[in-house]
C-alpha cells in the first residue's frame, strides 16, 4: 500500500520538476545559441530568411539541452526519493 501512497505523492512533485525543467532549458537553449550565433532568436523552422543548416543546426542543439536537462532532473528526482523514501522509484 505504501508504493501506491508513493507514487501518488510523487506524481505532482515530478510534474512540477517537469515544468521547472522544461523552463531551464528554454532559458539556457537561448542563453547558447545567443553566445553561439550572436543572434538574438534561434531560427524557427517556418523562418523564410533562414537557411536549412541554420533551422537544423538550431533543433539539434535545442534538442541536445532539451535532453540532457530532461535526465538531469530525472536522475536528481530519482535520487531524491531513494534518500526520502529509501529505496529507488519504479
Known amino acids: 500500500m505504501a508504493g ?4 501518488a505523492a510523487l506524481k505532482p512533485v515530478n510534474m512540477a520538476l517537469g515544468l521547472a525543467a522544461g523552463a531551464l532549458a528554454g532559458v539556457l537553449f537561448k542563453q547558447v545559441w545567443k553566445l553561439a550565433s550572436g ?20 533543433a539539434a542543439l535545442q534538442g541536445a539541452i532539451f535532453s540532457v536537462v530532461r535526465a538531469a532532473v530525472h536522475r536528481g528526482g ?13
Open 4 to 7: 501506491k501512497l508513493e507514487k
Open 78 to 90: 530519482a535520487i531524491g526519493t531513494r534518500r526520502v523514501t529509501g529505496h529507488w522509484p519504479d
Open 39 to 58: 543572434d538574438d532568436d534561434a531560427p524557427d523552422a517556418g523562418d523564410e530568411d533562414r537557411g536549412w543548416g541554420e533551422v537544423l543546426a538550431a
